[in-house]
C-alpha cells in the first residue's frame, strides 16, 4: 500500500527540477491557457498583457525573470498526465510563490508536495479548479 500512496502523492503533484509537476501543475497551465495569461505558439510559451497583470497581482514580477539567463516560459509534457505544465524561469517562479505563501510543502525524501488547507484555499481561488480532484476514498492532498 506505501507504494501506491506514494504514486498517487506523485501523480497528484510533485516537484519536477524547480516547476510543479503532476495534476497540479498541469491544472495550473490549464487554468492559464484557459484565461489566455499563456498563448501557446511554435516554440512554447507567450505571457499575455493579461497574464502579466495576473501575475504581477498573485507577486511574480516577470522583468526580474527576464534576467535569469534561461529560457522564459516554456511547456514540459508531464509523464503522469499526460498534458502540458509551466517550467521554465516562470515555472520555477510560480513554484516558488507557492512554496512562499505556504500553500505547498515538500514531503521528506520524494519530490512528492503537498497543498496545504491554506494552499486548497489559495489554489481555489487564485487558479479556479486547480487542486480539485475528487475520490470517494480519501482526499487527494493531505497535510
Known sequence: MKGLRQARELSDARICYDHLAGRLGVETADFSTAHEYIVLSDGGAEITPAGTRFLDEFGIHLSSLNSTGREFCRLCLDWTERRPRIA????????????????????????????????????????????SRKTKTAPTFRR
Not at 521528506?108 to 491554506?118: N, R
Not at 489559495?122 to 487558479?127: K, R
Open 88 to 131: 521554465g524561469a516562470l515555472g520555477a517562479a510560480l513554484t516558488k510563490r507557492c512554496f512562499d505563501l505556504g500553500w505547498i510543502e515538500q514531503i521528506k525524501h520524494s519530490s512528492a508536495v503537498i497543498v496545504t488547507p491554506p494552499g486548497r484555499r489559495g489554489f481555489l481561488e487564485t487558479f479556479g479548479s486547480a487542486c
